[in-house]
């Protein structure tokens, strides 16, 4: 009994000491930029040429929408660039930003903005741990169907402006139109140092929809240009949401009738697209 016992030992042993020797080292040495985004983040609100603390008046209204590209959309733009990042859960870091180790240092993203909608904020959320300079900078350039990019940039964030430490900043004052069938809407992240000292975390947009610019003539004879619903009815009826209430000539839109369920219905579906099943 002893004799089959003392190899189970043995085995039981082995197995321990091999879990042992796999279980990480949560003493491992972090990247700067990781051990400073413990720190928390600061946020800054760039708008009249100046820094602020706050956000202006009206910031987070439900007067526009946010998208926001994360860190593993950003990728290098040669082939020669290496990178990393600040994940590591077996270490417990939890904290997921990217930078360049060496090569070209650039990283690359397109944003996902819908077409017509205007671009009135940018932002980056980034870590700088690098006192001496140069600073990292993050450049946003709208570019045509062929992939050529107007310049200067429409907005640019130099990361040693605020110091170091991990920063969130919010640039303000943009009027940029999205137009996704001519142009598309690069953001270059360019990185002065490749030791582990300047990373990003995510680049994001707030974009307000529009509607489009009215015709020079009006489509309805009761809804003329100097009525301030003019543009709105107009959009409708490009969108092919409404053909009036009355073909003509001259066309209506009867637009003091009152709305009728049936009405509502028409408008409502066409306007979301309702209703694709299974697709």
Not at 56 to 62: A, C, E, M, R, S
Not at 149 to 164: I, K, L, R, S
Not at 249 to 276: E, H, N
Request: proline residues 9%; glycine residues 10%; charged residues 15%.
């Amino acid at each position: 009994m002893v004799k089959r016992l003392v190899p189970l030992v043995a085995l039981l042993f082995a197995l321990a000491s091999g879990a042992r020797a796999q279980t990480p080292d949560v003493g491992k040495a972090l990247s700067p930029v990781a051990l400073a985004a413990r720190k928390g983040i600061q946020k800054h609100y760039v708008y009249g040429g100046a820094d602020h603390p706050t956000p202006p008046p009206g910031f987070g209204l439900l007067d526009g929408t946010w998208s926001r590209l994360g860190a593993t959309e950003l990728d290098p733009d040669g082939s020669g660039t290496t990178f990393t990042s600040t994940w590591a859960p077996e270490f417990a870091e939890f904290t997921y930003q990217r930078y360049v180790t060496g090569g070209y240092p650039h990283l690359i993203g397109f944003a996902h903005v819908p077409g017509g909608a205007l671009i009135d904020i940018a932002g980056i959320t980034y870590c700088e741990t690098n006192a001496s300079g140069p600073f990292g900078k993050a450049s946003w350039y709208l570019c045509d169907d062929k992939g050529s990019c107007a310049t200067p940039p429409f907005a640019t964030v130099d990361f040693g402006a605020w110091g170091t430490g991990c920063q969130e900043i919010f640039v303000f004052d943009l009027t940029e139109t999205m137009n996704n069938y001519q142009s598309e809407l690069l953001v270059d992240v360019t990185f002065a140092h490749t030791d582990g000292t300047e990373s990003v975390a995510s680049i994001n947009f707030r974009h307000k929809l529009q509607i489009s610019p009215p015709p020079p003539s009006p489509t309805f004879s009761d809804v003329p240009v100097d009525d301030t619903a003019f543009p709105f009815v107009e959009a409708l009826v490009k969108a092919g949401i409404t053909v009036g209430c009355d073909a003509g000539p001259p066309a209506r839109y009867c637009p003091d009738d009152p709305l009728t369920r049936r009405q509502m219905a028409v408008f409502i579906s066409k306007a979301l697209g309702l209703d694709w099943t299974g697709y």
